[in-house]
């Protein structure tokens, strides 16, 4: 961990020559940086604002949006994005990248003169977390040009720290020390936005890196996800997927779970775990944090690169079958399993004629909004018929226990309406197709229904008849000829 602080000017003077250069966040001789193609997701906390700041920004939030958008065009390997006013709560150690203003820094003082605090979190050269913190002892406004004091200037004082976020330190600081003019020098100055050897340093970091990929559109099941509350012991959130074809088939499957704090979802899961097996119970692949994979780059590369450092994802070359991928809770000597909300996704990366053909997980159902939710893109341009079940009762013949008697499904479109909802399957108007299919649920009180799809964004979503809770399976079934 390293802190850097950003001093105000007052009695020391700007160093402004054009001598040497920028200076690198190092730690053993390693350059620190972020997974290359990675999207560093910021948590603004900074207030809604109750007033125009003089560059005629309406809260600090957006002017450190705007701050962002400085560094984004000089990042060919990295991008910011954000959070408006995020729910999540500033921690130091939960690898969410948090802006807050504060008097104190994780309770530390803040040191004399100091006008902010970046504190980088890091593991073997790569970036995990920072969490920048302005200080609420100074006077803070968003403008332009020369200074004023008392009046700080936050928009440039933002710039200078998210710098820090992507691996710059104080070149004036260096030993020897630079003689540059730079945002990244230890002194807030007349400079109020990039200087060209800030521009040096970050492209000297960002400039190169894998190629962005786009994942093919194709008339498959491209997207496959389940989100549901995983527990300890054998509760835990299990999902199963086929891959069809005659060849391999290329994979991204992650979890998401501290994350989905940053959407409003609560007791979202801490610490993610994913353990992928094969249809003989062989582990094949696992991973705890998706950033110390030697697969991260490509992750990224996908545009799939989980926000928190400590979820779990997964890069595969799968033969045709039946996998198995089970979501749990982090546990060692030092820390026990958690239970909490988490997100299963199965990404089609379209690497060969082979495809995902279905895509089941079980997990707990709840009250509220404690419930178990799957859902599915339809990629390519012509509607594929899917059959989708609920399943509860059944479970009892593989030994489940504490099964839900009597699921209830809805299927609903990308805008949220509903195609359609079914109780018990042999009173779906498609109960014949789903018999025709193989695909009718061995008891009458689950649910299940026929549908085809046009193209885009589906869930569905089980619940209890009457309030009930229980364990119950989620199962999309892809129904067309292959492609």
Not at 32 to 53: C, E, F, H, N, P
Not at 59 to 72: M, Q, R, Y
Not at 231 to 237: A, I, S
Request: hydrophobic share 40%; proline share 5%.
């Amino acid at each position: 961990m390293k802190i850097r602080h950003f001093f105000t000017a007052a009695g020391i003077a700007f160093i402004a020559s054009t001598s040497l250069g920028y200076v690198r966040e190092f730690d053993n001789g390693i350059g620190l940086a972020w997974v290359k193609d990675r999207t560093v997701v910021m948590q603004l906390s900074l207030g809604t604002g109750t007033r125009i700041l003089r560059d005629g920004f309406t809260s600090f939030n957006d002017s450190a949006i705007d701050a962002l958008k400085t560094w984004n065009p000089h990042l060919a390997h990295l991008q910011f994005s954000w959070v408006k006013n995020s729910p999540v709560t500033a921690v130091q150690g939960d690898d969410e990248m948090s802006v807050i203003f504060d008097n104190k820094v994780f309770g530390s003082n803040f040191g004399s003169g100091t006008l902010a605090v970046t504190v980088l979190g890091y593991r073997n050269g790569n970036f995990e977390e920072t969490d920048t913190v302005f200080n609420t002892a100074i006077s803070w406004d968003s403008y332009r040009g020369a200074l004023t004091p008392p009046v700080v200037d936050f928009h440039r004082v933002a710039i200078h720290e998210f710098g820090h976020t992507l691996g710059l330190d104080h070149p004036d600081q260096a030993k020897p020390p630079q003689k540059v003019v730079a945002i990244m020098n230890s002194i807030v100055s007349n400079l109020d936005t990039l200087a060209q050897d800030d521009i040096n340093g970050v492209t000297a970091i960002y400039g190169t890196g894998p190629a962005y990929i786009s994942i093919p559109d194709a008339p498959v099941l491209m997207d496959l996800s389940t989100r549901g509350t995983t527990y300890t012991g054998n509760n835990v959130l299990i999902g199963g997927f086929i891959v069809q074809g005659s060849h391999q088939t290329q994979l991204l499957v992650r979890c998401l779970a501290f994350s989905l704090a940053s959407y409003g979802i609560p007791d979202a899961l801490g610490d993610s775990v994913i353990e992928l097996y094969d249809a003989n119970n062989h582990l094949i692949a696992s991973n705890d944090d998706w950033f110390t994979s030697s697969n991260a780059a490509t992750i990224s590369s996908y545009r799939r690169d989980p926000p928190n450092s400590i979820e779990s994802a997964l890069l595969v070359a799968l033969d045709p079958g039946d996998y198995t991928a089970i979501v749990k809770s982090f546990s060692d000597a030092q820390q026990s399993a958690t239970q909490g909300v988490a997100l299963f996704e199965v990404y089609d990366l379209r690497a060969s004629g082979s495809r995902l053909g279905n895509v089941s997980t079980r997990g707990q159902v709840g009250t509220g909004d404690n419930i178990l939710i799957g859902g599915v893109i339809v990629g390519g341009s012509t509607p594929k018929p899917v059959v989708v079940r609920a399943l509860g009762p059944t479970l009892s013949q593989f030994g489940v226990t504490g099964v839900l008697a009597d699921p209830y499904l809805e299927l609903r479109d990308g805008n949220g309406n509903l195609v359609e909802a079914n109780n018990d399957w042999q009173q779906s108007p498609e109960a014949a197709v789903i018999s025709a299919d193989g695909k009718a649920p061995s008891n009458a009180k689950e649910s299940a229904m026929a549908r085809t799809l046009s193209p885009g964004n589906y869930t569905a979503l089980v619940r209890g008849v009457g309030g009930s809770t229980g364990t119950a399976l989620v199962e999309v079934y892809d129904e067309s000829a292959s492609p």
